[in-house]
């Protein structure tokens, strides 16, 4: 029987220390482990196969007859051949779910399963070592054209398609496949498609995007240079954005290498426009000639607006253009592909309004031929012509959306207004200075073209709300305008850019006139909801199978913009529901004052919506006999709020609802189950929204007013005019901002509003907590944060020299100024997130970019971080384990900074509570790299984890503190990172955490702890050192003091038992000594033998129970000197002694 078993009945544990839990796998993972382990042994054979060929150099020039190990690779890889592509094909249709059975062209989802099983059973590095080995073995990559190497070419093609499927949305796999990128890059161009693998590693993928450097964009355009092949250009699209949004450091990169430095690579466009308002658009590509004539030729695009039967489907010829291979396509067709990913990689590099794409594509030298004709007149012919082909004018609507609609001086407006002026406000009396002072300045100057909104908007609103309803063509069953499985990839690519400038124009407030008003112009908004209704209305639709090809990828992708901007629609009922509330308040209002009703009712007036939620049933009863006599003010309120037609058409009837919550004709609620019925998960999360926001319309008006702010004090009305101000002026310097003749006063201003906008949410004598408050929710709800984190998406480079040399110090910033704009923005953010959960609700998503700039030196962003995540339990148990990395990664590579190892509280401790699943995952982090991260000697004598030339090297923790560097240099202080370490271990292991406890047994003995508490104020020689600074000296001690009482004191394992009951430095009594006869014996009993010599023997200082006197004498000392009690580190200690002495 073995000495320890292991429980698998919880109830039955006998000791805290067992770890493991025995669970049943299933049969389909089993059969999956099988699978991927029997192909890796095919492979293997392979791989051993061909190690057997002695290594061998090779001419760049294929022999005419092959001999040496070239020759026994071709002849181990033609035997090998059929068995290693069955494998990799399987392993490839196992990695995703997809109808393509073709392994090489096949797309759809990925199968998580499969990836994570490639990646733990080591079958990723397996197929780069069988990829790259035949060219070790005599070899040549240059042969890859030459016929008989075609079985080479082939299995290294195959190879590729699986890790391209393998790393698909999966950034554990990518990271892993990273690791062979030299290899990757070798094989470029070589014709084993891995520029495909490559793009997957790094879509979407935050770490990895930020490895881009600027010699793999060069290597890119130097290969669109040799081969105007569009997979590149793909390639580079990719990595200029990340889930949606730039990426401002890539933007920059291709911006500068492609459109400045290499724009003869880019196709030539040439818009015609006939007598009779037919719109031509051609294109040609420098460099290229006719086969047969070898004059440079323009092509048409309309020639490729036909459509084709494919198999049993019909299919847009330009579609079939990019989804075919390359070697499918004819040269005129390739052109075709290749322009139409240019138009693709312009909207990624102008995203986010990057200034130097819009730049280098809007305008051009005098003297000089225009390369692009993409002004707004232009782009609108285009998309308006219905000879072209609709998935051409699907990326010309996107372009306008990011050339033009997407522009300074546009800012989006607050779906719903939860901030409101009270009408009797004189905002002339009381205008802000800054707003004033803003009226003087001259009118603004745009050298990039922009478009007046109330002149040309108008057009493209008036063309799409007309245009829209034609579904792109598309036919249902019956012939009516309809998106069915019928629908091509054109079609529902030019209806997806449709919805996308709508919901573009709808954020920016174009399509409704008055929209924070009582009576608004709902006319356009009525017309789109219409329209986005009849795409989503799928109730004649038959429930079809869940297919994966590109089409009904497409349509989903459709469906969920759809349901997204119904949404946002209907989000502007709720803000008009506001409007009328907000009114019927201040019409009762303004009738009481004449009735002469105020003075006895002011004091319930003066309450807010929010506390009217709050009242009890006898304030419910108070607010009626207050109210008394305008009953029918608030009938016909609740009247207006539902029974008549908001921004749906009255034929759909989904603004008026009953009492019983139930439309009148609830055409909305049956379109809702319908697209349930259909079964999609994909766009599950977005229909069961617009269900649950249609359903609770009369208990949603009542959290929305409770979260509704009527403004009357000239102090906050001030303050949400110069917000108002400051969201316009910060959007509008962005542009300013990269421009180096304006740069430093557009960061001037930008800075001044910053502060200005952080003051106002700062603590101090004339901001009390509440004003604070209020100030916090006017931001917010006015949406500032957006403002500041769209100047945060700007490029700031590092200087990585340092880091490069080896040294473990944050790289410099490039630009400094901008960095010192950056921190500003910082600043304000973490002042916003402060307190206020709703804050840190909508700045969540941004951590992901805002650690990009962790390491950056002088350029604090954990703070910020720090705030969004403090006290938030459902947002701290959401932060992935890959970003708790990422912060540990940043200590490696930059350095010991207290901060970032700080940043770890507010995941561990949650109001006080610990929080066990986030203690387990920081700490197995933290031990899988503590030699590198943890300090818990604080000695620097002969450590690797200091920069060679940093003053500090050589030094003891005692000679640091001696020296002060923990007040000269608090950031960066290693005296406070080694308290910092011991502090987060302390948190890891707070609570009923047996786990936690038990791993740090062996690091941190209970007489190693003891030793630190009482001798961290002794030299070497065990003399004390009384001119250390005591706060220094307490905040170690009780650092110590909190990590003996977390891991050991409170712990009941036998192990930690043991260690306590062996102590000796808990009492002086217990103390060990020399005894008269050789031996050791407690202090007691020394002193018992009644010799002088014995009791001098007892070490009065080696206790904790004198430093627990020691440390009540110093409180005493300091609290008699001082008016109010200290809350440094006495106080500190004090509770941690007091905690030893009472749990000892």
């Not at 995952?921 to 503590?930: F, N, T």
Request: aromatic share 6%.
């Amino acid at each position: 029987k073995p000495e320890h078993e292991v429980a698998l009945d919880f109830g039955k544990q006998a000791s805290e220390k067992d770890a493991l839990l025995i669970m049943r796998l299933r049969h389909v993972a089993l059969q999956a482990v099988d699978k991927v382990r029997r192909g890796m042994f095919v492979l293997s054979d392979y791989v051993n196969t061909l190690s057997a060929v002695p290594d061998q150099q090779s001419d760049a020039k294929p022999p005419q007859e092959l001999e040496g190990s070239a020759k026994k690779t071709v002849a181990v890889t033609r035997e090998c051949r059929d068995a290693v592509m069955w494998t990799l094909g399987e392993m490839c249709v196992a990695c995703s779910h997809d109808d393509d059975p073709n392994p090489d062209t096949r797309q759809g989802t990925p199968n998580k399963l499969s990836q994570k099983l490639l990646r733990e059973l080591g079958a990723i590095d397996l197929v780069m070592t069988m990829v790259d080995l035949p060219y070790k073995k005599g070899l040549n990559l240059a042969w890859m054209g030459d016929a008989r190497f075609k079985n080479v070419r082939d299995i290294g093609k195959r190879a590729y398609s699986l890790m391209r499927l393998c790393v698909l949305e999966n950034e554990s796999n990518a990271l892993s496949l990273y690791r062979h990128i030299n290899v990757i890059r070798s094989h470029l161009g070589m014709g084993l498609g891995c520029t495909s693998a490559l793009k997957e590693i790094f879509a979407d993928k935050r770490e990895l995007l930020q490895k881009v450097k600027e010699d793999l964009i060069v290597q890119f355009v130097d290969l669109v240079r040799s081969v105007r092949d569009a997979r590149f250009l793909d390639f580079l699209q990719t990595i200029c954005r990340c889930k949606g949004q730039p990426y401002t450091a890539n933007q920059s990169l291709v911006c500068k290498q492609l459109l400045v430095k290499n724009a003869d690579l880019l196709p030539l466009i040439r818009i015609d426009r006939s007598l009779s308002n037919d719109v031509r658009l051609g294109i040609h590509l420098p460099g290229t000639k006719d086969v047969e004539t070898g004059k440079e030729f323009w092509i048409d695009i309309a020639k490729y607006a036909k459509v084709e039967l494919r198999g049993e489907r019909k299919q847009d010829l330009c579609a079939h253009i990019m989804e075919a291979t390359w070697g499918q396509l004819d040269p005129q067709q390739r052109i075709v592909r290749y322009f139409i990913r240019c138009l693709e990689l312009y909207s990624s590099l102008v995203a986010g309004r990057y200034q130097e794409s819009l730049k280098a594509l809007l305008t051009w030298e005098e003297g000089k031929e225009r390369r692009f004709d993409f002004s707004y007149e232009s782009m609108m012919d285009v998309i308006r012509q219905p000879k072209l082909p609709h998935l051409v004018r699907a990326r010309f609507m996107n372009l306008m959306l990011l050339f033009y609609v997407d522009r300074d001086p546009q800012t989006s407006k607050p779906q719903i207004l939860f901030t409101r002026v009270w009408n009797q406000v004189d905002k002339e009396k009381h205008r802000s200075e800054l707003v004033k002072s803003a009226g003087s300045k001259p009118k603004e100057e745009f050298h990039i073209p922009v478009c007046d909104p109330n002149e040309n908007f108008q057009g493209l609103i008036k063309w799409l709300l007309e245009d829209l309803p034609c579904m792109a063509d598309a036919k249902d069953v019956e012939g009516q305008p309809g998106l069915t499985a019928q629908a091509m990839v054109g079609q529902l690519e030019y209806v997806a850019a449709q919805l996308a400038l709508c919901d573009l124009l709808v954020d920016f407030g174009f399509m409704v006139k008055d929209r924070d008003e009582t009576k608004p112009g709902f006319e356009q908004v009525t017309s789109l909801y219409a329209s986005v209704f009849q795409i989503l209305d799928v109730r004649t639709t038959k429930r079809g199978s869940k297919s994966k090809m590109r089409e009904a990828v497409l349509m989903l992708r459709v469906r969920s913009s759809a349901l997204q901007l119904l949404a946002r629609l209907c989000n502007l009922r709720s803000n008009y529901r506001i409007s009328l509330a907000v009114g019927a308040y201040e019409d009762i209002f303004d009738k009481m004052e004449k009735a002469g009703d105020l003075v006895k009712k002011r004091e319930f007036l003066t309450k807010s919506f929010s506390s009217l939620t709050m009242v009890d049933e006898q304030g419910v009863q108070s607010a009626k006999e207050y109210f008394r006599g305008y009953d029918k003010h608030f009938d016909n309120l609740i009247t207006s709020f539902f029974d008549k037609p908001a921004v749906a058409p009255e034929k759909i009837g989904s603004d008026q609802v009953d009492s019983a919550r139930h439309s009148s004709k609830d055409d909305t609620l049956e379109m809702i189950l319908a697209l349930i019925a259909l079964g999609r998960k994909d766009i599950q999360k977005h229909t069961f929204n617009l269900l649950l926001q249609h359903l609770g319309q009369r208990s949603s008006i009542v959290k929305d007013l409770a979260m509704s702010q009527l403004l009357v004090f000239p102090a906050a009305c001030i303050v949400y005019e110069e917000v108002e101000y400051a969201i316009k002026r910060l959007s509008a310097l962005k542009k300013d901002l990269v421009n180096k003749d304006k740069s430093r006063d557009a960061i001037t201003e930008a800075m001044m509003l910053l502060r200005r906008m952080r003051g106002y949410i700062t603590h101090s004598a004339e901001n009390e907590p509440y004003i604070v408050r209020k100030n916090q929710t006017i931001m917010l709800n006015r949406e500032l944060d957006e403002a500041v984190t769209n100047i945060l998406s700007m490029n700031l480079e590092r200087d990585t020299s340092r880091r490069d040399n080896g040294e473990l110090e944050a790289d410099r910033a490039a630009n400094v100024e901008r960095r010192d704009l950056f921190q500003e923005c910082y600043n304000l953010l973490e002042a916003l997130a402060t307190d206020l959960s709703r804050a840190q609700q909508k700045l969540f998503p941004q951590i992901g970019r805002f650690s990009e700039h962790v390491g950056i030196e002088l350029l604090n962003v954990a703070d910020t971080i720090r705030a969004i995540l403090k006290d938030n339990a459902a947002l701290c148990m959401q932060v992935k384990e890959t970003f708790l990395a990422q912060m540990i990664d940043a200590i490696v590579h930059w350095g010991r900074k207290p901060r970032w190892l700080n940043f770890f509280q507010v995941m561990l401790e949650i109001n006080g509570s610990p929080v066990k699943r986030n203690q387990d995952l920081i700490l197995s982090l933290l031990l899988q790299r503590k030699e590198a991260v943890l300090d818990l000697t604080g000695d620097y004598k002969d450590s690797p984890y200091i920069s060679r030339g940093d003053p500090r090297k050589g030094k003891s923790r005692l000679d640091l503190i001696l020296s002060g560097e923990h007040k000269d240099e608090p950031k960066k202080s290693l005296v406070l990172y080694h308290i910092a370490s011991l502090q987060i271990l302390s948190l890891c292991t707070k609570g009923k955490n047996p786990g936690a406890k038990g791993k740090m047994f062996a690091l941190t003995p209970v007489e190693t702890i003891v030793d630190n508490i009482l001798d961290c104020q002794r030299r070497p020689d065990g003399t004390p050192a009384p001119e250390a600074d005591g706060d220094a000296i307490h905040r170690v001690r009780e650092a110590w003091l909190q990590l003996l009482i977390h891991v050991f004191l409170t712990s009941q394992d036998t192990v930690a038992i043991k260690q306590v009951l062996s102590e000796d430095r808990w009492w002086e009594s217990m103390r060990k000594v020399e005894g008269a006869g050789g031996g050791k014996q407690s202090a007691m009993e020394a002193a018992a033998s009644g010799s002088e010599e014995e009791a001098k023997k007892i070490d009065t200082n080696g206790s904790l129970v004198h430093h627990f006197q020691e440390s009540l004498g110093v409180l005493e000392q300091r609290l008699s000197k001082l008016k109010e009690p200290p809350v440094g580190g006495e106080l500190l200690n004090l509770e941690g002694a007091l905690e030893v002495i009472i749990k000892g």
